[in-house]
């Protein structure tokens, strides 16, 4: 088992360098894109005498530092597997567990799905709130899933099942958006958003698709380390594939 961490550390080191470089990479060559966070508080109408919603401006994202923070999230998490956590990672492995990996897709794929929102028009505060809160509750329930079922004789799909729901949510809302924009007369989305949305949506449920199989012991993944590395690749191409995709569509310098 020693020889399998020890691969697994070297491999981790190396996902961190892979996603150290792309962040710093979209940091460097993106151009100064924004896209709008707005609130929508409500004001007194003097002259309707209602009350009714007061758009103003929050905060405009900077796009290619937010996109680089999701890689630099990830970069931070595989250096300390590979480093000052590896004593911890390697305990919570012989358990069968890995709550780092699930931290750390608490905040970068959150992120993700919030600038994935944003590309279809979610600019309300409170919305972009709740998908964030939404998604990382997902992937909490990944961390449930794992401690539970070390103390069951079968499996309990019970928190995969909660948080399935709680993930599918940010896609709904993101559809039905992206769909409203399609019908609209003239504000369609680019056609970057179109090969985002589906691709990203295949790559997180993919995540789950590993889930089960780990449980459900299917072939290789009887082996609990086959499937924590194909999480860490379906991690990278992920976040590649989005980060690249956001760039070629709206970062690249003109």
Avoid at 24 to 42: A, E, G, K, Q
Avoid at 128 to 156: D, S, V, W
Avoid at 165 to 174: M, R
């Amino acid at each position: 088992m020693e020889t399998k961490y020890q691969g697994l550390r070297r491999f981790n080191l190396f996902m961190g360098f892979l996603h150290l470089i792309q962040g710093v990479l979209m940091i460097v060559l993106s151009n100064d894109t924004t896209y709008p966070i707005f609130t929508n508080f409500l004001t007194f109408n003097l002259e309707t005498r209602k009350l009714i919603p007061d758009p103003k401006l929050f905060w405009e994202v900077p796009f290619g530092i937010a996109v680089a923070i999701f890689l630099l999230i990830s970069a931070v998490a595989h250096f300390y597997i590979a480093t000052i956590g590896y004593k911890r990672y390697t305990g919570y492995l012989d358990r069968k567990m890995n709550p780092i990996r699930f931290y750390e897709y608490a905040l970068s794929s959150s992120l993700m799905i919030v600038l994935i929102g944003q590309l279809v028009g979610i600019w309300d505060l409170g919305s972009i709130i709740l998908m964030f809160f939404l998604n990382a509750t997902m992937n909490l329930f990944g961390i449930m899933m794992e401690y539970h079922n070390q103390y069951t004789e079968k499996t309990n799909w019970l928190s995969f099942i909660f948080g399935s729901v709680a993930g599918i949510v940010p896609w709904v809302v993101i559809m039905i958006y992206f769909i409203s924009a399609i019908n609209s007369s003239g504000a369609k989305p680019p056609a970057f958003v179109y090969a985002i949305i589906p691709t990203i949506f295949v790559f997180f449920n993919s995540f789950a698709i590993n889930m089960i199989l780990q449980y459900k012991k299917v072939g290789a993944w009887k082996d609990y380390l086959v499937g924590e590395r194909a999480y860490i690749i379906l991690s990278l191409a992920a976040k590649t594939a989005l980060a690249w995709m956001i760039f070629a569509g709206t970062l690249a310098p003109v």
